[in-house]
């Protein structure tokens, strides 16, 4: 949606001689971002450790629990952005965001500190244990909830914020420094998500859980004080209605106006349009969502401006449209949903607290900190294939990315399937070392291998989230127009939160099943008893049955992509190739 005239000309006034806005505002914005980040990130990786162990769970509800974690906090990063875009705007949001982080950060602290707030701690034989009570549970719940709605306001807005104090459309440089911007921004969310995969799991690993969660707070309070500063600078831009709002308006006045006969041939006037629009009339696909923008009665439906007199009953053609082209990319996104799952292998950390993981004789890498291997093959793969593969695929596909987007989303899947065999197999290996050395009823025992057996199927993952993630984000892009760029990154974490929510059914279903009747589950916090290979395999398998759906879905999509036309909106073909560029940076 664009902006009103009185926001666009608040916007574009603020020049070099404003007050407000500008690039001074940024430092605010990143280091309150960053320090979120590596705040909130530097809490999960060992957070299953920290449950099993003070809260006496086992370790396949534990993964249950942090899997429902996940999905709250990215879900409620699209609810976060319905609520700034619609109702509270970008600043208050990333404040009760950021206070809402540094209030379940403190909640956590405070359980590390009093043992009152968990229960009494297992017997030698680790079969007396004490269920955590209510209140307890209560407790650490409390900050997870307090840490997911910071989360949920804090990570959607901050880059938008950041945008709002650039925009300046007056300024001939200005796309360049909005580029220059954008660049910063995820460079320091990337670096932001590696040091507290490092620094954050290893003050936990070595100086123990009171300080390892007291550092997080401590940047909170950072984070709080630096945004609140500079609080005079910002230039606050109202709220102005969300993209989300526009496709509810769609679903229901087409639901309202269910007895249109759709099939009628309606002439162009009869078409509810936006002032100066090219879309003159919506396409023939979903054709039961034309009624939405049908003019029945235009004394009662339109003002005498020529407004809509009821949004929720008669809509923009463009309106329609969208949702049109939220309908097409629903399942395409949906493959993607399956390789999100392969990454969250639950107990992952206790194999790697199984090996060997010196670099040195005094050096050991953290268990919680091997998820830095995805994010260093991810950038290192992107460079990579954006600088030298790009130039030369280019010369034989005579496609300005190379491949196409559905190339590199089939590319992504396969590696992920990979990477998951590979992983199953690596466990296999594991278990079969442990149980020959004597340790099956020893969990906590050090084995003569090296963790350099998982490094490639965390490359491959990495490798695998490069190659699918983009192609995903380039084929929405190519979908919808430049003004909805945003909606792509909606898309792929609203993905994480349905990923996380089927990786906790599927642990739990799998867990209960392989359970039944006094066995040994598959999800044992004992893995050397476990058959955490037999998950892995699982998993695989579930993968490939989701790169044959993927296979089905391109061959349909593709009916819709042989005419060249891929968007349809007409008018903003011309956009996507610097959109694509813009972005993929």
């Known amino acids: 949606m664009g902006n009103s005239p009185e926001e666009e000309e608040f916007l574009l006034n603020h020049s070099q001689n404003s007050t407000k806005g500008g690039v001074k505002t940024i430092p605010f914005i990143i280091v309150n971002e960053s320090c979120e980040r590596v705040a909130s990130f530097g809490l999960q990786p060992n957070m299953i450790l920290y449950i099993t162990k003070f809260y006496n769970m086992d370790a396949a ?31 208050r ?39 955590a009570t209510a209140a307890q549970l209560a407790v650490i719940l409390s900050s997870f909830g307090l840490i997911s709605i910071g989360a949920g306001f804090v990570r959607p807005c901050s880059i938008a914020l950041g945008a709002d104090q650039l925009e300046n459309k007056e300024n001939p440089d200005n796309e360049r420094l909005m580029d220059t911007y954008f660049n910063w921004f995820y460079a320091s969310v990337g670096i932001s998500i590696s040091v507290a995969m490092t620094v954050i799991v290893y003050i936990q690993d070595h100086f123990g859980w009171q300080v390892g969660f007291g550092v997080p707070v401590l940047l909170m309070v950072l984070s709080v004080s630096v945004y609140l500063i500079g609080s005079p600078l910002y230039i606050k831009a109202k709220p102005k209605g969300s993209l989300f709002t526009g496709l509810f308006q769609v679903s229901v006045a087409a639901f309202r106006k269910r007895h249109i006969n759709v099939q009628l041939n309606y002439s162009d006037d009869c078409y509810y349009k ?31 401006d020529g407004k809509a007199s009821d949004p929720w009953s008669l809509c923009f053609v463009e309106q329609v449209e969208i949702m049109k082209c939220f309908l097409r990319v629903l399942p395409m996104w949906s493959t993607c949903i399956m390789l999100l799952v392969s990454f969250g292998q639950p107990l992952s950390i206790y194999q790697l607290l199984t090996v060997d993981r010196h670099i040195t004789r005094q050096f050991e890498i953290p268990a919680g900190s091997f998820g830095v291997i995805i994010l260093l093959s991810l950038t290192i793969w992107i460079a990579f294939y954006d600088r030298a593969l790009v130039p030369l695929l280019s010369r034989y596909t005579g496609l300005p990315t190379g491949i196409s987007s559905f190339s590199r989303m089939g590319i992504g899947l396969f590696l992920g399937i990979v990477a998951t065999a590979l992983s199953a197999i690596t466990e296999t290996i594991r278990r079969n070392k442990a149980i020959n050395a004597g340790f099956e009823d020893d969990p906590n025992a050090v084995l003569n291998m090296s963790f350099m057996w998982f490094v490639p199927q965390f490359a491959l993952y990495g490798v695998a989230e490069g190659l699918n993630v983009v192609g995903q984000i380039e084929f929405v892009y190519s979908l919808f127009p430049k003004t909805m760029s945003s909606f792509a990154a909606s898309l792929y974490t609203f993905g994480l939160a349905v990923a996380s929510l089927i990786n906790s059914l599927l642990v739990s279903m799998v867990d209960s099943i392989t359970s039944a009747g006094g066995k040994t589950s598959w999800l044992a916090t004992n893995i050397n008893r476990g058959h955490l290979d037999y998950y892995c395999w699982l998993v695989t398998f579930l993968c490939v049955i989701n790169f044959l759906y993927f296979l089905a879905i391109c061959r349909f999509t593709d009916q819709h992509h042989h005419d060249g036309r891929s968007s349809l909106f007409p008018e903003v073909e011309e956009e996507h190739s610097e959109n694509r560029r813009f972005h993929g940076a």
Request: one cysteine or more.
């Open 61 to 91: 509800r534990a993964s249950v629990l942090l899997n429902l974690w996940s999905a709250l906090s990215n879900g409620l990063s699209i609810f976060g952005a319905f609520i700034s875009d619609s109702y509270i705007g970008r600043f």
């Open 274 to 304: 936006a002032p100066e629009s090219k879309q003159l009339k919506p396409s023939i696909d979903f054709r039961c969502l034309n009624r939405a923008c049908i003019i029945e009665d235009p004394h009662m439906e339109l003002k005498p």
């Open 93 to 131: 949001a990333i404040a009760i965001g950021t206070i809402s982080s540094l209030m379940g950060m403190i909640v956590l602290w405070l359980t590390a500190i009093f043992p009152q707030l968990r229960p009494l701690p297992c017997g030698q034989d680790q079969l007396d244990c004490n269920a």
